[in-house]
């Protein structure tokens, strides 16, 4: 088992309840896709898992470890292995891909040598072996901002993947791209989870997609699992539950 | 930050108990702006108009006793207008009962507020449209304005030599700036230092001198400095240089604080350190405002030393307080003619600068 989430509870400054006391075993491998409204609680989740956010009670195991409470060096080395993409990519606009991808590898790189940016050839070699895996190895020079929405999620990708990540997080990938796109750029969480075992977990809205690349399926309302099984397990009255009575379901292909 | 991780306490308890909290805190916060508001509009009511202006004394009777009985006074009525939660404060934090007394009793007080401040204003002020349209002072007036109007290019070198010595000034203050407010500013952005009590503490004690610094205007940092190291350029420069530290620190750490989250995350999220995660997700942001921001405050420096100068920083400022006080108009409008264009050039050329980065 790669991740435990054990009465998992988030309380905002605010008063907000995000999450309420959610429990969720991960295995090793496994494709899971979360799904649910917006303020669901979906993006604290994973905030929670990786520590951006602090929980507000329960515990998080990963890898056999309580990670709940680390701090310091420890913390980083937990969150140097856990990848992240976001749904605005959070690319350094004004930076090369390059050195977008590079930056994935700098929580296992000396301070000083990452600022004066002395990176051996070793790491120069990886970012491009993996700008070569998500496909767009030619635009290495080129400035992160001038890319479409597509290439920068494959980038950021990328930048992930410098982790050599044993779980990736991503929080709505593909929510600004267009259907095309984003079939694409899941095709490459696909190949990073057949390919390399990692465990994805991944926050998804398109039930289209959620059939096609997820092998286990939670869904959240306010902030409570209210559906866990298999994708294609998800009918008509599921879908009403989940989503509200007034949803339909918008097929993308 | 709730960071509770007691598991005997729900998380329902924990909401409650921080709704509260917070509850207690306006209301204390109510009282003391109340009182404030209260104590504001007796001084006001007796001191500007009942003495004044009504009675229209010369001299104000002043006690410390009066002052001290008016604000016991307040303190009672402030306290209990608070108590019955429909005061003003008690709308501002959010406490006060919705009900028809609150909305009369906010709407009269602030309207009540409004009107002694500005009438209060008007006789303290000593507003006078008389004196403003009186024949005598015209005439004065018109003189001057003739004399500046036909500038005297008898001084033009030398005019133009301290022109020189002011843009310089200006100049070299905003360059030795650009290191040492770079690094203060990362230790004056919120973001970067809430994490924990220490860094708390260094930016609250920064954010507190740098305030200091810059609440004294550069005016006088020119006199303390004409007094410290001898009246010149070197005091005006000085002067400058301490100012501009102390105000581009704020707009620098603004523009910290101001960075989008998403990329900081997006370089914590893999593990990296505090000093990495400044470098590769904030420093790439701020840039070109921190650019722009050091071109527009070269642009204020060479105004401000041209004021700098009238007590003895050096420059331009110091020549026009010369001739001024010899009345020689027809030198001053020469001298004021040349900041005129110095300053309007120096206005476009940072505008475009900082439009050519941007």
Same mark, same amino acid.
């Given at each position: 088992m790669i991740l435990k989430v054990k009465n998992l509870h988030k309380i905002y400054k605010n008063g907000m309840h995000a999450l309420k006391g959610l429990n969720i075993e991960v295995q090793k491998g496994e494709f899971l896709v979360i799904i649910g409204l917006s303020g669901s609680g979906k993006s604290t989740l994973l905030r929670c898992i990786n520590r951006l956010i602090e929980p507000t009670a329960g515990t998080v195991e990963f890898m056999g470890k309580d990670i709940t409470h680390v701090k310091g060096e420890e913390l980083r080395k937990v969150k140097a292995q856990i990848g992240m993409i976001f749904q605005h990519f @959070?690319? !350094? @606009?004004?930076?090369s891909v390059l050195k977008n991808v590079i930056s994935g590898k700098l929580g296992q790189l000396k301070t000083l040598n990452s600022i004066l940016g002395n990176f051996t050839d070793d790491i120069y070699e990886e970012a491009y072996r993996n700008l070569e895996i998500v496909g767009i190895k030619e635009k290495a020079k080129e400035r992160a901002d001038t890319l479409s929405g597509g290439e920068q999620q494959r980038v950021a990708i990328a930048r992930s993947l410098m982790q050599n990540p044993k779980l990736l997080l991503a929080d709505e990938p593909v929510a600004s791209l267009d259907p095309a796109t984003s079939n694409s750029v899941m095709k490459f969480f696909e190949k990073v989870n057949k390919e390399f075992g990692t465990t994805v977990i991944c926050n998804l809205h398109f039930l289209s997609l959620v059939r096609k690349y997820a092998t286990r399926v939670i869904a959240l309302k306010s902030g409570e699992i209210i559906y866990e099984g298999e994708?294609?397990? !998800?009918d008509e009255k599921w879908f009403k539950t989940i989503y509200g009575e007034e949803a339909e379901e918008v097929e993308i292909r | 930050m709730t960071n509770k991780t007691d598991n005997n306490q729900s998380p329902i308890d924990i909401i409650r108990q921080n709704q509260r909290l917070e509850e207690r805190v306006n209301f204390i916060k109510a009282i003391f702006l109340d009182i404030f508001f209260v104590f504001y509009s007796i001084l006001l009511l007796q001191r500007a108009i009942y003495y004044k202006f009504i009675l229209d004394l010369r001299d104000i009777p002043f006690s410390w006793e009066g002052i001290i009985i008016l604000f016991v006074i307040s303190v009672f009525i402030g306290a209990s207008w608070t108590f019955t939660k429909t005061s003003l404060s008690c709308k501002l934090f959010g406490i006060a009962k919705d009900n028809k007394v609150t909305k009369w009793s906010v709407e009269i007080s602030g309207w009540f507020l409004f009107n002694i401040t500005f009438i209060a204003g008007w006789i303290i002020t000593k507003l006078s449209i008389v004196d403003l349209f009186s024949s005598e002072g015209i005439k004065g007036a018109e003189r001057l304005f003739g004399a500046l109007f036909k500038p005297?290019?008898?001084i033009f070198d030398d005019a133009l030599f301290a022109m020189i010595e002011t843009i310089y000034i200006a100049l070299l203050a905003t360059l030795i700036s650009i290191p040492i407010t770079l690094f203060i500013s990362f230790f004056t952005a919120r973001n970067l230092m809430k994490g924990n009590k220490t860094t708390f503490i260094i930016y609250y004690v920064l954010r507190l001198i740098l305030n200091f610094v810059r609440s004294i205007e550069p005016l006088i940092w020119a006199i303390i400095f004409s007094v410290w190291v001898g009246i010149g350029p070197f005091a005006g420069m000085i002067a400058l240089l301490v100012h501009t530290i102390a105000s581009n620190a704020k707009l620098y750490s603004e523009a910290i604080e101001s960075i989008e989250q998403g990329p900081v995350e997006a370089i914590s999220a893999t593990g990296a350190n505090k000093i990495q995660v400044v470098w590769y997700a904030v420093v790439p942001q701020i840039i070109l405002p921190f650019l722009s921001f050091t071109i527009y405050r070269w642009d204020i420096n060479v105004r401000m030393a041209t004021i700098i100068g009238l007590v003895g920083g050096g420059g331009i400022g110091t020549m026009l307080m010369q001739y001024q006080g010899l009345a020689m108009w027809h030198e001053v409008g020469l001298i004021v003619l040349m900041i005129a264009i110095v300053v309007w050039v120096m206005d476009y050329i940072s505008a475009k600068i900082r439009e050519a980065i941007y």
């Open positions: @959070n690319l !350094i @606009n004004r930076h994708p294609s397990e !998800i | 005297e290019f008898g």
